[in-house]
């Protein structure tokens, strides 16, 4: 059963506007929260995290929202560059240090 | 240069044979990790190492097996109980505990 879900497998959005990208988590022990972008045939990368103790983190355009009754994360990029087309995964991990990954999202940055 | 080396970045498996994916790093990292990723999927976790000589199951760890007999090292072995080998592997190390995971370049492995 995936503990990390990523319902949106695509997204397209126009240069400079906002992309928000969503991801659920169903298991509360969770602590730590991370966002990657990846490109085809290489290893993730890491964005920017979060943890549990806070609601909101920033960094340059990259915002990651955390609400913790609803079990949900979104990362907002504004404003949105071609450059930042690539598939988005979500991570999250607790305690014990096993960091499970989404399905990911690709978004898609049209000029 | 510090980062995480995987090799061979191109590897095939005869039915029945085992293989091994080399994952080496030199940043000292504590942690280590080793993730699945078929096409258009996510990336699944096999095992993970929190410390030397020390390792669990992740979601998908049967068929494989892991060492950790140095901290730089983390070698997975795929074996003939896998059925379904063909995915891309990831390996990664972080520092600790909800710590950004730094990945290597990965290794395609294929079925003949």
């Known amino acids: 059963d995936q503990q990390v879900k990523q319902n949106s497998p695509s997204l397209s959005v126009q240069e400079g506007r906002i992309s928000i990208l969503n991801c659920d988590y169903t298991n509360s022990m969770f602590d730590y929260f991370l966002w990657y972008k990846k490109y085809p045939a290489e290893g993730p990368t890491f964005l920017i995290s979060i943890s549990s103790i806070k609601d909101k983190n920033e960094d340059g355009r990259f915002t990651v929202f955390l609400n913790k009754s609803a079990k949900h994360l979104s990362l907002h990029i504004v404003p949105s560059q071609p450059g930042d087309s690539a598939v988005y995964f979500c991570?999250?991990?607790?305690?014990?240090?096993?960091?499970?990954f989404g399905a990911g999202t690709r978004l898609t940055v049209k000029p | 240069d510090g980062g995480i080396t995987q090799s061979p970045k191109y590897l095939f498996r005869k039915e029945g044979q085992n293989v091994t994916l080399s994952c080496e790093q030199n940043l000292n990292h504590d942690a280590m990790y080793w993730y699945r990723q078929d096409p258009g999927q996510g990336l699944r976790l096999i095992y993970y190492s929190q410390i030397v000589n020390d390792f669990q199951k992740g979601d998908i760890a049967e068929g494989y097996s892991v060492s950790r007999e140095k901290k730089e090292s983390f070698p997975l072995t795929v074996t003939s109980a896998q059925k379904n080998p063909t995915a891309f592997y990831l390996c990664a190390s972080s520092t600790g505990t909800g710590e950004k995971l730094f990945f290597g370049s990965g290794t395609q492995l294929s079925v003949l």
């Open positions: 991570a999250a991990s607790g305690e014990n240090n096993d960091m499970r």
